[in-house]
């Protein structure tokens, strides 16, 4: 049954039939090579999300400074003081 060198006798225990297979080597090489490509796909995903949420936290971040800046402007009285504002959060002191 088997044909050529590249052919691997693989036994599979299957306890039904008691089965044997021939599986070609160059689809061995084939599916492993298909999956090595998967697995470097997935990590350059897994990086460029990585570098997306950054991006993103570092935009949230500037946005939250920006708006904080805004309001301590607009806060500001004549004196250099800036006044309390009418947004505290719960439990904080004026």
Same mark, same amino acid.
């Given at each position: 049954? !088997?044909?050529?060198?590249?052919?691997?006798?693989?036994?599979?225990?299957?306890?039904?039939?008691?089965?044997?297979?021939?599986?070609?080597?160059?689809?061995?090489?084939? *599916?492993?090579?298909?999956?090595?490509?998967?697995? &470097?796909?997935?990590?350059?995903?897994?990086?460029?999300?990585?570098?997306?949420? !950054? *991006?993103?936290?570092?935009?949230?971040?500037?946005?939250? !400074?920006? &708006?904080?800046?805004?309001?301590?402007?607009?806060?500001?009285?004549?004196?250099?003081?800036?006044?309390?504002? !009418?947004?505290?959060?719960?439990?904080?002191?004026?």
């Amino acid at each position: 049954m !088997k044909d050529t060198m590249e052919d691997v006798w693989v036994e599979e225990s299957d306890a039904l039939h008691g089965t044997h297979e021939f599986v070609d080597t160059q689809e061995l090489n084939t *599916l492993l090579y298909c999956t090595y490509q998967i697995e &470097r796909n997935l990590v350059a995903i897994n990086a460029n999300l990585t570098m997306l949420m !950054k *991006l993103i936290n570092n935009f949230m971040m500037q946005m939250a !400074k920006d &708006r904080l800046q805004n309001h301590v402007a607009a806060n500001q009285g004549n004196d250099g003081m800036t006044t309390p504002s !009418k947004y505290l959060l719960v439990g904080q002191d004026t």
